[in-house]
């Protein structure tokens, strides 16, 4: 039996659990900052370390006490290393070192969109998952398709050039002046509202498994907000040069409507990449994936098993961090107490450092 | 192309592509320490000029949206150069900047796109090519370069030169 501590502060949630063999949540704490920034519209990285830093001491610890265990029964301790903002990882990683140098206990560094792709091993007492499989990552800071061959193996098959879907969702949200975060808000505003009152683009469907959804939104406020008129703008300088929402607009409407045609882009690319792999099923992860459209269209667009998280492990948690760090801890795997974190860490082969065999691609 | 005055430029481009196609322009010409400043609403090309600049300076990896990390950092081939690329839309002021290690991406080996530069205006450089990227209509922009300092009134020379010949 191994038992893994895993911690997570990437971005607004501090996050601690401690999970059994890479499958059984044993105890999952999560300190969310939600309330905290939603006053600003988003998350502000000052706001978020210092709350890290004030929360990761007493979630850390509660963590280990809701498990029933003590510091010393940790067989390791599984960490957030990258991507995300630097002063929300730095608080994660340096309270992991000082807990792996307090107890001896090795230290392993987690890529946060693994931990993403490994909250689905934490649904597995249902069934096995069987490689090859296809993953889709959608959360507020990332889109990214691979293909996955085994434990730590990623294909990275495509992602977003510009936005990423949950980042589309928080400004259109915004644009809709809906609350932050934009991602519930908007489904909610969805389901009251008729998903072909407007007719926005989506993306150009063409051969690639890359996503844009930077010109869904610029067309979204094309359709819903007016500019104030040019000697608007010149009487107060700078002042009001934004977009107003119409008043003759169906915010409901625009949102169902802006929600299909986001939901249609990562659909038929996700079914298609399916079938061009022979996978066995599709797993999605990451915040969007708790979008119930989302999910009744990627069932209805394919015959084979679609498999997401439970809501609460579709947004950042531990247990995640937790389960990726086992499948590292039982191929022997550790890292160093001077490792550093990697805001801008990819997920694909080369994560790691490339196996043997792969050449790195540009 | 009129010409406002030295240091300033104002052009209107027609479509996303050809506002990419100038930002491209203006990777090229980019040099160490560079940073240039791109203010406008949501929607107003920030992000697709930002992706022709990186094309230009050759970045291995796409420029995409920094909005949820605030900075990207991007590498070249051709030397150890890193550019960054910052969306300060929720950054306010000293702190948050400092939170980001904003001093050491100014001192850095390499050029600097500030998106939402207007949030951290007093901790930036005073010498800066700040580019204002307007909303005409759906597809057309209005772009105004404004050049502080020597060394960015050079670069807008050289940019006008490759983008119109003159």
């Given amino acids: ?362 | 192309m009129p010409i406002l005055r030295d240091g300033e430029l104002d052009i209107i481009t027609h479509s996303a592509e050809q506002t990419r196609r100038l930002g491209m322009r203006l990777g090229k010409l980019l040099q160490a320490g560079d940073v240039i400043c791109l203010a406008g609403d949501m929607g107003a090309g920030k992000t697709v000029f930002s992706a022709g600049i990186g094309v230009g300076w050759g970045a291995v990896t796409p420029l995409t949206s920094p909005t949820f990390n605030l900075v990207h950092v991007h590498t070249r081939e051709k030397d150890n150069q890193r550019l960054h690329h910052l969306d300060c839309y929720r950054l306010r002021g000293p702190a948050d900047a400092e939170s980001i290690g904003l001093d050491d991406i100014l001192n850095g080996q390499g050029p600097v796109i500030v998106e939402w530069p207007e949030h951290i205006e007093n901790v930036l450089p005073r010498q800066r090519l700040w580019i204002e990227l307007r909303i005409l209509e759906p597809t057309r922009r209005n772009l105004i370069f404004d050049a502080t300092g020597e060394r960015y009134q050079e670069l807008l020379r050289k940019f006008r030169q490759s983008t119109f010949g003159v």
């Fill in chain 1, 1 to 362: 039996m191994t038992i893994i501590l895993g911690i997570e502060t990437s971005c607004d949630e501090t996050a601690a659990a401690v999970v059994q063999d890479g499958k059984t949540i044993i105890s999952n704490v999560v300190a969310s900052q939600i309330d905290l920034h939603a006053a600003y519209g988003g998350v502000f990285p000052e706001v978020a370390s210092r709350a890290h830093v004030e929360a990761i001491g007493v979630v850390g610890e509660q963590a280990v006490r809701d498990a029933g265990l003590t510091f010393d029964r940790i067989d390791a301790i599984a960490v957030t290393r990258g991507p995300g903002l630097v002063g929300s990882l730095l608080v994660g990683v340096n309270y992991a070192k000082g807990l792996a140098l307090a107890t001896g206990k090795p230290l392993l560094g987690i890529n946060h969109l693994e931990g993403h792709v490994y909250s689905l091993w934490l649904t597995q007492p249902v069934r096995e998952i069987v490689f090859p499989v296809l993953v889709l990552i959608v959360s507020g800071g990332h889109t990214e398709l691979l293909l996955m061959t085994g434990h730590g193996e990623y294909e990275r098959l495509g992602g977003t050039l510009d936005d990423a879907a949950g980042e589309a969702f928080d400004k259109v949200g915004r644009i809709l002046g809906l609350p932050f975060p934009g991602g519930p808000n908007i489904e909610q505003a969805a389901q009251q509202g008729n998903p072909t009152a407007f007719e926005f683009p989506r993306a150009r469907t063409d051969e690639s498994y890359d996503f844009s959804f930077s010109g869904l939104k610029t067309a979204v406020m094309r359709e819903v907000t007016v500019m104030p008129s040019a000697a608007a703008r010149r009487r107060e300088r700078g002042a009001e040069k934004h977009a107003v929402l119409r008043s003759d607009i169906s915010v409901n409407d625009a949102a169902a409507s802006f929600q299909k045609a986001l939901v249609d882009a990562l659909v038929e690319k996700t079914a298609r990449a399916a079938k061009a792999y022979n996978v066995t099923e599709i797993l999605m992860a990451g915040g969007v994936s708790a979008n119930t459209a989302l999910r009744n269209a990627m069932r209805a667009a394919t015959d084979l098993p679609v498999r997401y998280p439970p809501l609460n492990l579709c947004t950042d948690n531990a247990a995640m961090i937790a389960a990726a760090g086992y499948y590292r801890y039982i191929a022997g795997l550790r890292d160093d107490l001077d490792m550093d974190v990697r805001p801008n860490w990819p997920l694909n082969n080369e994560t790691y450092g490339a196996p043997a065999g792969v050449t790195a691609q540009s």
